[in-house]
T-cell receptor, first 115, second 110 residues
Framework: NAGVTQTPKFQVLKTGQSMTLQCAQD?????MYWYRQDPGMGLRLIYY???????DKGEVPNGYNVSRLNKREFSLRLESAAPSQTSVYFC??????????????FGPGTRLTVL | QKEVEQDPGPLSVPEGAIVSLNCTYS??????FMWYRQYSRKGPELLMY????GNKEDGRFTAQVDKSSKYISLFIRDSQPSDSATYLC??????????FGPGTRLSVLP
């Protein structure tokens, strides 16, 4: 039982390049999330998927797109990377968004640098 | 004013000390409260979860919630060097509005 896994662990991009961050969970959770974490800012929600087939914008969605490929996988795409997107990206999952015992479980993160 | 405020620290204490970590919030709709621990270069891991005012204890950790004051705390008894990490408070309303504090960095010195 690996929990939440993310690939890659590290990535360096040049401005304007594109890439996809991958996330998978094996806990049979319904809801999945993408956050970015910047010093002094805490975790900020980029996009989330309450259930398979649905996605919604979070606090900071500009410059990102997501795909809920199936129940297990949720990917985050940067179409044209900018230096402001340099950050640590975390994927999380929870059993059921908004449920009484809804808590989130996090992956190990992807450290992205955009030059 | 941010929805959730948390002193960023760093907070340094000697081994064995009692540690108090705190968050204040402004949104009275928050009903569920969590504490996460994040080691350097790792993802946050869930420590405590509570949805009522009062205290909840788990081993050396006690979570305290005061909804009337919009104030939550995490107490760590007999702190250990392995407790050195960043502690994030998190809270949400009845829906899916999940908000994290910026975290407090704790160092427990041997």
């Amino acid at each position: 039982n690996a929990g939440v896994t993310q690939t890659p662990k590290f990535q360096v991009l040049k401005t304007g390049q594109s890439m996809t961050l991958q996330c998978a969970q094996d806990m049979n959770h319904n809801s999945m999330y993408w956050y970015r974490q910047d010093p002094g800012m805490g975790l900020r929600l980029i996009y989330y998927s309450a259930s398979e087939g649905t996605t919604d914008k979070g606090e900071v969605p500009n410059g990102y797109n997501v795909s809920r490929l199936n129940k297990r996988e949720f990917s985050l795409r940067l179409e044209s990377a900018a230096p402001s997107q340099t950050s640590v990206y975390f994927c999380a999952s929870s059993l059921l968004a908004g449920g009484l015992t809804d808590t989130q479980y996090f992956g190990p993160g992807t450290r992205l640098t955009v030059l | 004013q941010k929805e959730v405020e948390q002193d960023p620290g760093p907070l340094s204490v000697p081994e064995g000390a009692i540690v108090s970590l705190n968050c204040t919030y402004s949104n009275s709709a928050f009903q569920y409260f969590m504490w996460y621990r994040q080691y350097s270069r790792k993802g946050p891991e869930l420590l405590m979860y509570t949805y009522s005012s009062g205290n909840k204890e788990d081993g050396r950790f006690t979570a305290q919630v005061d909804k009337s004051s919009k104030y939550i705390s995490l107490f760590i008894r007999d702190s250990q060097p392995s407790d050195s990490a960043t502690y994030l408070c998190a809270m949400r309303d009845y829906g899916q509005n999940f908000v994290f504090g910026p975290g407090t960095r704790l160092s427990v010195l041997p």
